[in-house]
């Protein structure tokens, strides 16, 4: 059994490396390029794996190349696999993207192929309801995120909602949710406050709070991290690392959050630990495949 379940997408990332990320209408020539596993839901399957949590992972891939990549690397990861359905008719997804080498940050296009096309009758629920926490993102249809979410919480369990890519939410979404987890750009398209700094970040995270959210932690990147509940407020910074690639850190970060919970660790540990695994899943190219182990994280 699994004491966690993620709902999200599998996606091949296809990744640029090269001295700068380019703009509109620029050719650049690039030094490397990498083809490993991603999608948000994906990488924080991998991450809770690797760090000896048990993860139930419930998504839609194709029938192709990239769909035998994503099951290799779900058995190589020993991520419980038997709600991943396998679709005849579509592809599996591919995304796009490019990093900066000198500082590590990206741009990203996801074409997310067959888990577009997830149906709520296609979810079987019963995986869910034997869970503890549930996991989810934006990546794949919202009446189906939707959809998990009231079944996670009919069942007790608690519910991490990281709102990524942001897209707008009806209020639904927000009193299902326990942990709202954006970074600070996801922070700002749902509050509208722009984060440069601390106090910022309190005044979003308030916002959110009394929009329906019950614990909000957003994610500042290299500034760290901020939490609130309305009543303790606490402030992380990042630790000090050199970054050579950035993707997936946010993914990082949600599956060792959400296993530090699990384990039932006080909020202030289970951020600490969260912050540890996504600074050094930035030390190492690829996003799934950037996820530490526990005894890398040692
Ligand atoms: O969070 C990083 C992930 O976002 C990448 O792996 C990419 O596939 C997108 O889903």
Request: glycine share 10%; with cysteine; net charge positive.
């Amino acid at each position: 059994m699994s004491d966690i379940t993620i709902l999200g997408i599998f996606v091949a990332d296809i990744s640029f490396s090269g001295d700068k990320i380019p703009i509109e209408g620029e050719t650049i020539l690039g030094d490397s390029y990498n083809v490993g596993p991603g999608g948000k839901g994906c990488n924080q399957a991998i991450a809770i794996s690797r760090l000896g949590g048990k993860v139930n992972f419930i998504s839609k891939i194709g029938n192709d190349e990239y769909g035998k990549l994503a099951i290799n690397n779900f058995k190589k990861d020993n991520i419980d696999i038997s709600n991943i359905i396998i679709s005849k008719k579509h592809k599996t997804g591919v995304a796009g993207i490019h990093i900066d080498r000198n500082t590590g940050k990206n741009a990203i296009t996801v074409v997310r192929g067959a888990p577009a096309s997830l149906t709520r009758e296609e979810i079987d629920t019963n995986k869910i309801k034997q869970s503890k926490i549930f996991l989810t993102q934006l990546e794949v249809p919202l009446d189906v995120t939707l959809y998990c979410l009231k079944a996670a919480k009919e069942n007790g369990l608690i519910n991490i909602l990281n709102p990524a890519p942001a897209c707008k939410l009806s209020n639904e979404f927000f009193k299902l949710v326990d942990y709202f987890t954006p970074n600070e750009t996801e922070a700002e398209y749902y509050t509208g406050i722009k984060i440069i700094n601390e106090t910022d970040a309190k005044k979003s995270a308030l916002k959110l709070i009394k929009m329906g959210i019950k614990n909000v932690i957003i994610t500042l990147g290299e500034k760290g991290l901020f939490f609130s509940n309305g009543i303790e407020n606490i402030y992380i910074k990042s630790i000090q690392v050199k970054a050579i690639d950035t993707t997936g850190a946010g993914d990082a970060f949600n599956g060792g959050f959400t296993l530090a919970l699990l384990k039932g660790k006080k909020i202030k540990e289970c951020l600490e630990f969260a912050n540890r695994v996504a600074g050094l899943s930035t030390t190492k190219l690829g996003a799934g495949d950037s996820m530490p182990t526990l005894n890398e994280l040692n």
